[in-house]
C-alpha cells in the first residue's frame, strides 16, 4: 500500500533561518511525490514535485525538496524562512499501481515566528 | 486563484439531510477528484473521475456518491447527513495528460451538519 508519513504536527523557526518539513513514504515501485501548501481557509496550493532525475527539485515561493531514496524521505526546506511562510504543508504521493489515487500526509503546520 | 470554482462555500443543515457539492475544473481538465478535509482524520481522497467516467475509489461512503457530467463540472451528493460528515471538501482537478501531473484545487466547501 501507498502512504505517505509527516512525523511532525507542527515546526517552528525563526524568520530567516533555514525550515525543513520532513516527509517519508512507502511505495511499490517509483515514486510520485508532491508537495502542497495550505493557507487558512484556502484550497491547497502545488509547490513542487518529484518524478525522477535531480534529487534536488526547486518550487514555487523559493522551496525546495530533497529526494532520498535509501531513507524513502522527500524533505521540504527552504534557506531563510519568511513569516509568510507560515501554513500547513502537505506531501503527497501519487499510487503507482493506479495513478488515480493521491495518499497525502496528515500535514504540518509551519510557525514561523518574526 | 487555480481555476477551480465550487460551490458553496459554506453549508449548514441538520442530520438526515441532503446537500448537494458542485465543482468546476480548470479549463481544459478533464480528471476531478474530491477529498474530505476533517480535523481528526486530515486529507482523505474520495472519488475521482475523468471524463464522465468513475476512474478510482476512496474512502467513500455509501450514503456519498458523485458524478461528472458532460461539460466535466462534477458534483458530490452527501445524504443521510451526520454530526461527523461536517468537514471542509475540496475538488481537484488535473489535465492527466502524463501520469505526472498535479493537482490544482478549490477553496473547498464547508459543510456544517447540526
Known amino acids: 500500500a501507498q502512504s505517505v508519513a509527516q512525523p511532525e504536527d507542527q515546526v517552528n523557526v525563526a524568520e530567516g533561518n533555514p525550515l525543513t518539513v520532513k516527509c517519508t513514504y512507502s511505495?511499490?515501485?517509483?515514486?510520485?511525490l508532491f508537495w502542497y501548501v495550505q493557507y487558512p481557509n484556502r484550497g491547497l496550493q502545488f509547490l513542487l514535485k518529484?518524478?525522477?532525475?535531480?534529487?534536488l527539485v526547486k518550487g514555487s515561493y523559493g522551496f525546495e525538496a530533497e529526494f532520498n531514496k535509501s531513507q524513502t524521505s522527500f524533505h521540504l526546506k527552504k534557506p531563510s524562512a519568511l513569516v509568510s511562510d507560515s501554513a500547513l504543508y502537505f506531501c503527497a504521493v501519487r499510487d503507482a499501481g493506479n495513478f488515480n489515487k493521491f495518499y497525502f500526509g496528515s500535514g504540518t503546520k509551519l510557525n514561523v515566528k518574526p | 486563484d487555480s481555476g477551480v470554482t465550487q460551490t458553496p462555500k459554506h453549508l449548514i443543515t441538520a442530520t438526515g439531510q441532503r446537500v448537494t457539492l458542485r465543482c468546476s475544473p480548470r479549463s481544459g481538465d478533464l480528471s476531478v477528484y474530491w477529498y474530505q478535509q476533517s480535523l481528526d482524520q486530515g486529507l482523505q481522497f474520495l472519488i475521482q473521475?475523468?471524463?464522465?467516467?468513475?476512474?478510482a475509489k476512496g474512502n467513500i461512503l455509501e450514503r456519498f456518491s458523485a458524478q461528472q457530467f458532460p461539460d466535466l463540472h462534477s458534483e458530490l451528493n452527501l445524504s443521510s447527513l451526520e454530526l461527523g460528515d461536517s468537514a471542509l471538501y475540496f475538488c481537484?482537478?488535473?489535465?492527466?495528460?502524463?501520469?505526472?501531473?498535479?493537482?490544482?484545487f478549490g477553496p473547498g466547501t464547508r459543510l456544517t451538519v447540526l
Open positions: 511505495v511499490s515501485g517509483n515514486p510520485y
Open positions: 481537484a482537478s488535473s489535465s492527466d495528460r502524463g501520469s505526472y501531473n498535479e493537482q490544482f
Open positions: 518529484y518524478i525522477t532525475g535531480d534529487n
Open positions: 473521475y475523468y471524463n464522465g467516467e468513475e476512474r
